[in-house]
Structure formats: structure tokens, C-alpha cells
């Protein structure tokens, strides 16, 4: 037996028969592709995340340019500042009261009514 083949039979063990180095060497492998799963499956999470606040953000952003969109082809003029309120309006329950009154109501002052 050379020194070499002689100094590796004498290296402790772990219970698996592998030397303590080939052990840290699986438990770091193991950490590694631990934590790479854990980076893609919060990727994932995000996406999916921010997919559905792009879907809300699109939603909210339909209410609003259809509130101005019914009152402008009822011959309605929105102001400025009404126009500004819809458009920046990130309640969807809000917009959709909005444009329910802006299809039914006669007047501005009544579709913006609190």
C-alpha cells in the first residue's frame, strides 16, 4: 500500500463510510443545489406576482379610459381635473361605480357625486 492509499484508509469516517472531507464535500453540493432551487422557485413566485399586478394595473386602467371614453360619446366634458381623478384611480370598485353613472346618469356632477 502506498503512503498515500495508507494516509486516506487512515482519515476518519462518517457513519456512510465517507471520509469527514467527502462529507462536507456532499453537504456544501447539497446546500448548493438547495439554495439554487430556493433562487428559482422565488422567481417563479415573483412572476407570477407581478404578472397579476400587471393584469390588476391593465384592468384598472380599461375602468378608467372607458369612464371618460362613455362620458366624451354622451357629450359630456370631463374637466381637466375629473379626467386627472379617473385616470389616477387605482380602486377598481370605484371605477366601475363610475362608469355605471357615467352610461346612466345626466349629468358630470352626478357621476362624480360622493
Known sequence: MTKIASARA??????????????IA??????IEDHEQDLRDAEEKGLKRGIKRGQKLG?????????????????????????????QCSDSAQLTK??????TLDSLDAVFAE
Not at 465517507?18 to 462529507?23: C, D, G, H, P, R
Not at 363610475?98 to 352610461?103: D, E, N, P, S, V
Open 10 to 23: 487512515k482519515l476518519p469516517r462518517t457513519t456512510e463510510g465517507l471520509t469527514v472531507q467527502q462529507e
Open 59 to 87: 384592468v384598472v386602467r380599461s375602468k378608467a379610459a372607458a369612464v371618460v371614453q362613455v362620458l366624451t360619446a354622451r357629450g359630456f366634458s370631463p374637466s381637466p381635473a375629473q379626467q386627472a381623478m379617473v385616470t
Open 98 to 103: 363610475w362608469l355605471t353613472r357615467a352610461a
Open 26 to 31: 456532499m453537504r456544501f453540493q447539497q446546500l
